[in-house]
């Protein structure tokens, strides 16, 4: 198994290195012809794609469905590209690429010292993003994330996404580390928009009953720490700006698991909000609506 991962992060190694001579900025001018040739030649998943966007939106014709799906795909393969040039990239640049809108919510809520919940979704480009909001703060990250099953690519990562100052920790970490974590002030980034196990906490997705991950929602709720929802929206020049919206739950006092569902059903109603407006730019190749249909 180790001799097939060294394998596969050796090819990967090369990949990576063809990117970084193009660099962050003109990633670009391969992201397209690389989606052609995953979408029509190498479709990956695309069959789940399709399916979710007939879910999404059974109004649009099938040829309005797969006009979103090829533009989908360039969105996978840009963010893709601008990931495994994060490595080797200097902050000056990454700092060009991203403006955050709203920045006196974030001010707001880090001046509070309750800690922050900073929540968001694979949409755009999030683990630029979460480098952005770091540097925006000025305080580190503490990003929760899956490690590969490819132990050199997960290590790969993990210097990716701490070398700009962020703190990567593995889901799975116990309660009460997130809760002291919390407690001290720290500022927990969490990609909340993956499916969960069946019997979980579910809300409306696309007029879809979906589980969702809740765990940061009992934490919250106890603790009252503010969560602010950011979305980094792709624009025309490939840049992005993120959209901050703070979840406003004053009303649900307790930990239950009606309130719980309730303030998971107001950040994936944001959500929604950005992926119908932009629905190219989530990410549809997560077999969401796995239990469904």
């Known amino acids: 198994m180790k001799l097939r991962h060294f394998s596969e992060y050796l090819f990967f190694l090369i990949f990576v290195w063809i990117v970084n001579v193009f660099g962050i900025l003109r990633v670009k001018y391969i992201a397209k012809p690389l989606s052609l040739f995953i979408y029509y030649l190498l479709p990956i998943r695309k069959k789940v794609v399709l399916k979710n966007l007939r879910i999404a939106f059974p109004s649009l014709s099938e040829s309005e469905l797969r006009k979103i799906a090829l533009k989908n795909y360039y969105s996978f393969a840009i963010t893709f590209l601008e990931i495994l040039a994060l490595r080797y990239t200097d902050i000056s640049d990454v700092n060009k690429m991203m403006f955050v809108d709203n ?45 590969q099953k490819n132990i050199f690519v997960a290590d790969w990562l993990k210097e990716m996404r701490e070398r700009f100052g962020n703190t990567e920790i593995y889901i799975g970490m116990s309660v009460r580390e997130l809760y002291a974590a919390l407690k001290n002030n720290k500022i927990i980034g969490i990609v909340g928009d993956q499916r969960a196990p069946q019997k979980s906490v579910k809300v409306k997705f696309f007029n879809q009953a979906t589980p969702f991950f809740s765990g940061f929602t009992n934490l919250a709720l106890k603790l009252r720490t503010p969560i602010i929802v950011a979305i980094p929206v792709r624009q025309k020049d490939d840049k992005y700006k993120v959209f901050l919206e703070e979840l406003d739950y004053e009303e649900l006092q307790e930990a239950t698991d009606e309130n719980i569902a309730k303030m ?17 730019q989530w990410f549809w190749m997560h077999n969401i609506w796995k239990y469904y249909r």
């Not at 001010?107 to 309750?114: D, Q, R």
């Not at 998971?264 to 190219?280: H, V």
Request: glycine fraction near 10%; hydrophobic fraction near 45%.
């Open 103 to 147: 920045q006196e919510l974030l001010k707001k809520n880090v001046e509070k010292k309750k800690g922050l919940i900073l929540l968001t979704a694979h949409f755009g480009n999030w683990e630029l993003g979460g480098i952005i909001m770091g540097q925006l703060i000025g305080k580190p990250l503490h990003v929760l994330s899956k490690r």
């Open 264 to 280: 998971i059903q107001k950040y994936i109603s944001i959500l929604q909000k950005f992926i119908m407006l932009y629905p190219d």
